[in-house]
Nanobody, 124 residues
């Protein structure tokens, strides 16, 4: 069974950092593009970042550029999202998703497999 499991969320103060992990089981991530998405209460799920299957191409939403870094370790079958300089508006449930494609996309409609999400709360 194909499964994605996010971890690393939690409560952090503004300006702090968190690293989210997305671990795959039941399949290898080698040929999958991975996206990170988030959904705040009352808002639509939005694309945060994505990384191509090779790791050679990444993409970020404008508000995350310079603060978030996506990376992958195919040997560990895991993708990471390093989040620095966190702001209260970054509070949301963060999801990772996988699609079997060469290029990454931040459109949630293009992903086939989803994790259950991990809560990130930025508050003093």
């Amino acid at each position: 069974q194909l499964q994605l499991v996010e971890s690393g969320g939690g409560l952090v103060q503004p300006g702090g950092s968190l690293r989210l992990s997305c671990a795959a089981s039941g399949f290898t991530l080698d040929y999958y593009t991975i996206g990170w998405f988030r959904q705040a209460p009352g808002k639509e799920r939005e694309g945060v970042s994505c990384i191509s299957f090779s790791g050679g191409s990444t993409n970020y939403a404008d508000s995350m550029k310079g603060r978030f870094t996506i990376s992958r370790d195919n040997a560990k079958n895991t993708v990471y999202l390093q989040m620095n300089s966190l702001k209260p508006e970054d509070t949301a449930i963060y999801y990772c998703a996988a699609r079997r494609a060469y290029y990454c996309s931040r459109s949630r409609y293009e992903y086939d497999y989803w994790g259950q999400g991990t809560q990130v709360t930025v508050s003093s």
